[in-house]
């Protein structure tokens, strides 16, 4: 069932998707290779119904991708090698390897495939893990979700098996709702913001 909502300058909606929204998927804990001039996006997602909307999200991008089963239940998702994704690459990685960019933009699709990858609800929350280790960077995406009206609190998960962005309230919640859209045909309906 599609729910009406009012479209976000921001949101999903709102521009076209483009391969630079996969970005999402590295904030999620996904990887970067690179090759010459082209560059390859990989992650590990614990369910299915991920596998299968991050893989369809490329498409949408003109990008393949394929799911893989992996030894464990987790499934493996990659990109192609593909030029489209150089520029992502670039500003991800340096020659020593993965390296966080110096600034963060966040809008609705680069949300959106991060929920899909990682998201997840809680009683009265809503959470992003987050795998970057960089305590700048997070900072600076707590500062652009913060600036989309989306103010989360960085908070180590239990166990101090990483940190997770976890946003409150009822109008953060709605707006992050707003900026990522309806949930993926596959998405059950505990899972997706609403």
Request: proline share 8%.
């Amino acid at each position: 069932m599609s729910v009406t909502r009012q479209l976000s300058l921001f949101g999903a909606g709102a521009s076209a998707p483009e391969p630079a929204d996969l970005a999402g998927l590295l904030l999620a804990g996904g990887e970067i290779a690179r090759q010459r001039d082209l560059a390859q996006i990989s992650i590990v997602v614990h369910h299915p119904w991920r596998a299968a909307a991050i893989v369809g999200e490329c498409a949408r991008r003109g990008l393949a991708a394929t799911a893989v089963s992996t030894v464990d239940e987790p499934i493996g998702v990659r990109t192609a090698y593909a030029e489209a994704l150089s520029p992502l690459a670039r500003a991800w990685t340096d020659d020593l390897g993965r390296r966080p960019p110096r600034r963060v933009s966040l809008d609705g699709w680069v949300l959106r495939l991060w929920a899909m990858a990682v998201g997840h609800r809680e009683p009265a929350a809503y959470v992003l893990p987050i795998s970057e280790p960089d305590q700048a960077f997070r900072d600076a995406v707590g500062a652009a979700l913060a600036g989309l009206g989306i103010a989360a609190q960085l908070v180590r998960r239990r166990g101090g098996a990483g940190e997770t962005f976890r946003i409150v309230g009822r109008r953060r919640l709605d707006r992050l709702a707003e900026m990522v859209g309806d949930p993926p045909k596959q998405a059950p309906p505990d899972i997706w913001p609403s």
